[in-house]
């Protein structure tokens, strides 16, 4: 039974570990976000599915390893303090430090998705306006006059390219 309560220390380690990659990768996205770095900001994006799935990974193998520790009869759901309750007192304080530490990571990441979802959504609606303010240069927009007749305007602006 120690060696279950072991391995699952281990797996928990893995998992503060990885949710530290994942809130760096996060903080990296951010940063590329505010450098409009498109390259790196598909190279982190592919990072954080790698991550993600690794993550994945140890998350079935925590929950199994969990439903072999608990009693399997007893119909509530198990958490890790219950676990952490039935634990030997000396995993006890490597799984409360993991538990402690992982509660602080979701809650940065939470944090950081957030600001980096509204980032994504200002740089989006930039995108927008600038194409439609472009459209607008470049197509002749008909305008109806008084005597109903629709008559095509000048162009209004002139569009530049400038390499540099």
Not at 77 to 83: A, D, H, N, Q
Not at 138 to 155: C, D, K, T
């Amino acid at each position: 039974m120690e060696d279950k309560y072991s391995r699952l220390l281990e797996i928990l380690e893995k998992e503060v570990n990885l949710f530290n990659e994942f809130l760096t990768l996060l903080q990296r996205e951010r940063q590329y976000m505010i450098d409009l770095s498109l390259d790196k900001l598909h190279e982190c994006h592919n990072q954080k599915e790698t991550t993600v799935l690794n993550l994945k990974v140890l998350e079935d193998a925590r929950a199994d390893l969990i439903s072999e520790i608990h009693d399997d009869n007893q119909t509530t759901t198990t958490t890790l303090s219950m676990i952490i309750d039935k634990a030997p007192a000396r995993y006890k304080t490597g799984m409360e430090s993991c538990q402690s530490n992982l509660r602080s990571l979701v809650d940065s990441i939470r944090e950081i998705n957030q600001i980096n979802g509204i980032l994504a959504d200002r740089a989006i609606n930039y995108t927008r306006n600038s194409l439609s303010f472009l459209n607008r240069l470049i197509s002749q927009l008909p305008v109806y006059h008084a005597s109903g007749r629709m008559v095509h305007e000048n162009v209004t602006g002139t569009l530049v390219c400038k390499k540099g």
